[in-house]
């Protein structure tokens, strides 16, 4: 509804719930102010029960942005980003969201562009770069856009 899909179902849900998130053409239905001078969006769907319980009582799509600042390692908790609590409307602890032990879970997402038609591209390695470019390659066939 809110992107132009360009791969195949079975692609996505390999993918999704998960940790990652997929850059796509925007469709026109998507809020215009919503990243307005870039024609893609990403789009995640995370493996969090409270997460996905929220999604599901929205009516539409949920905008929103990791509760750190830009380049440094990601919140697993709602306590680790205190600082910026002054600054937002809500906060909501709905638990942590990865292994707050592991060094990997602070990495955020792999994003990847998938907006090229049997190509990818990867933005952010994160933490899951392995597993979803041998899903990409191996799977679907996919080549890294720079090939």
């Known amino acids: 509804r809110y992107c ?4 195949p179902d079975e692609l996505l849900r390999d993918l999704l719930p998960g940790p990652v998130t997929l850059v796509l053409e925007r469709s026109e239905e998507l809020n215009k102010d919503l990243n307005p001078f870039t024609s893609l969006v990403g789009v995640r769907i995370p493996d969090h029960p409270f997460m996905r319980d ?3 009582a929205c009516p539409g799509p949920l ?3 990791s509760a750190n600042i830009s380049s440094q390692g990601s919140t697993l908790t709602v306590l680790e980003f205190q600082d910026l ?10 638990g942590p969201i ?5 060094p ?4 955020g997402s792999t994003v990847v562009d998938l907006s090229v038609s049997g190509k990818f591209s990867i933005i952010r390695p994160g933490c899951a770069l392995t597993p979803t ?6 799977k679907y066939g996919l080549i890294p856009e720079s090939s």
Not at 4 to 7: D, F, G, L, T
Not at 85 to 94: A, C, E, H, R, T
Not at 133 to 138: C, S
């Open 63 to 65: 905008a929103l942005t």
């Open 133 to 138: 470019v041998e899903i990409l390659k191996k």
């Open 98 to 102: 990865g292994d707050i032990q592991s």
């Open 54 to 56: 929220l999604a599901r």
């Open 85 to 94: 609590w002054p600054q937002l409307s809500l906060v909501i602890d709905g």
């Open 104 to 107: 990997e879970c602070r990495l």
């Open 4 to 7: 132009h899909v360009n791969v």
